[in-house]
Each structure stands twice: as C-alpha cells, then as structure tokens.
C-alpha cells in the first residue's frame, strides 16, 4: 500500500506565506510526476503546480512568481512554498501522484491523491 500525507496548511494573511508537504510512504520505487491541484468550495479543482522526477517544472499563470515546486526524491516528498498570498489562493490543496512505480520488478503504474489541507487567506 501507498500512504500520501499532506501536512501545512493553515490560517494566513494576506501577504503571507506557507509551504505545504506531501510525504508519500509505503512500496514505492518510483515516482514519474507529483504535483498540487487546489478546489475552491464551488470549483473545479485547478492544477497548481507539477514537478517531473527530473525536476522540471510547471505553474497556473495565477501562481507564477509566488508558488515553488520542489521534491525529495530520496524521501518521496513534494512541497509547496506559497508567498504573497491572496485571498483567491483559499482553497484545500492537494498532492498528486503521477505514476508510481510499486517496486523494481512491476512496470505497472498508479496514481494517488493526498486527503487534502486546507489553505484560507485573510484580507
């Protein structure tokens, strides 16, 4: 089994920062992509942000220049800094995995979301 938790959310003002984790454990040889999705009350949940297992980096043009991506691959880790947040950034943020790898010997591939943490920016 695969266990993902999110850890970091919280209460900020606008302006403020956070940085979120999402630590996955259990059988896991490989992770291909993670990223961070968010759902407002009444949204469609919005990608945010998305990391390859080389690195490489994408971000909503709402996010750009205050949000990083990062990850540990060593400890199938994915954070988010959030600065200068907003108000809109209010949302439950969540990890996704894209593309785990259980072990050496299986080429099968599965995906995993984190339960959720709640993120509220106040003006």
């Known amino acids: 089994q695969v266990q993902v938790a999110e850890s970091g959310g919280g209460l900020v003002q606008a302006g403020g920062s956070l940085r979120l984790s999402c630590a996955a454990s259990g059988s896991i040889f490989r992770i291909n992509s993670m990223a961070w999705y968010r759902q407002a009350p009444g949204e469609q949940r919005e990608l945010v942000a998305t990391?390859?297992?080389?690195?490489?980096?994408t971000y909503a043009d709402s996010v750009k220049g205050r949000f990083t991506i990062s990850r540990d691959n060593a400890k199938n880790t994915v954070y988010l800094q959030m600065n200068a947040l907003v108000p809109e950034d209010t949302s439950i943020y969540y990890c996704?995995?894209?593309?785990?790898?259980?072990?050496?010997?299986?080429?099968?591939?599965?995906?995993?979301w984190g339960q959720g943490t709640q993120v509220t920016v106040t003006s």
């Open positions: 990391i390859t297992s080389g690195g490489s980096t």
């Open positions: 996704y995995l894209d593309g785990v790898r259980r072990s050496i010997s299986s080429l099968a591939l599965q995906d995993y």
